[in-house]
C-alpha cells in the first residue's frame, strides 16, 4: 500500500536547474533511506543521492561523485516527502530518475519502494 509519485522532470538546458520531488503514500512506521537513482540509455542504474538513517538522529547524506556540488538532496518524514536540487545541470545528467524510499510498513523487516520514475534531458 506504499506509493511513491515523483514529479519535477523536464526538459532544460545546460547549465539550468530542475527540482525533483517525491511523495510517498500509504502507511509508514519509519523512514530508513529515502533517496533518487538515475539510469541513462545504455548505462547502468546509478544512486544519485540518498538520506540515510533518516529516522535517526545521525542521518546522512550520500552524493555520487559526478553530482556532488551541484545536487542536494533533502526530506522531510512528515511530510512523507524528498527533493532533488539540480544544480548546473550537464547532458550527461540526462536519464530516468527514480525516488525510492526504504522504510518498515507494518512489518519487521523493512522493504524498498521505488517511484515512477521522471525523464529528465539536459539539452541545448
Known amino acids: 500500500q506504499v506509493q511513491l509519485v515523483e514529479s519535477g522532470g523536464g526538459l532544460v538546458q545546460p547549465g539550468g536547474s530542475l527540482r525533483l520531488s517525491c511523495a510517498a503514500s500509504?502507511?509508514?512506521?519509519?523512514?530508513?533511506?529515502m533517496g533518487w537513482y538515475r539510469q541513462a540509455a545504455g548505462k547502468e542504474r546509478e544512486l544519485v543521492a540518498q538520506?540515510?538513517?533518516?529516522?535517526?538522529?545521525?542521518?546522512?547524506?550520500d552524493y555520487a561523485g559526478s553530482v556532488k556540488g551541484r545536487f542536494t538532496i533533502s526530506g522531510d518524514n512528515a511530510k512523507k516527502t524528498w527533493y532533488l536540487e539540480m544544480n548546473n545541470l550537464e547532458p550527461d545528467d540526462t536519464a530516468v530518475y527514480y525516488c525510492?524510499?526504504?522504510?518498515?510498513?507494518?512489518?519487521?523487516?523493512?522493504?524498498?519502494?521505488w517511484g515512477q520514475g521522471t525523464q529528465v534531458t539536459v539539452s541545448s
Open positions: 525510492y524510499l526504504d522504510a518498515l510498513s507494518g512489518g519487521v523487516s523493512v522493504k524498498r519502494y
Open positions: 500509504g502507511s509508514i512506521v519509519s523512514f530508513k533511506v
Open positions: 538520506i540515510t538513517r533518516a529516522d535517526a538522529t545521525d542521518a546522512s547524506t
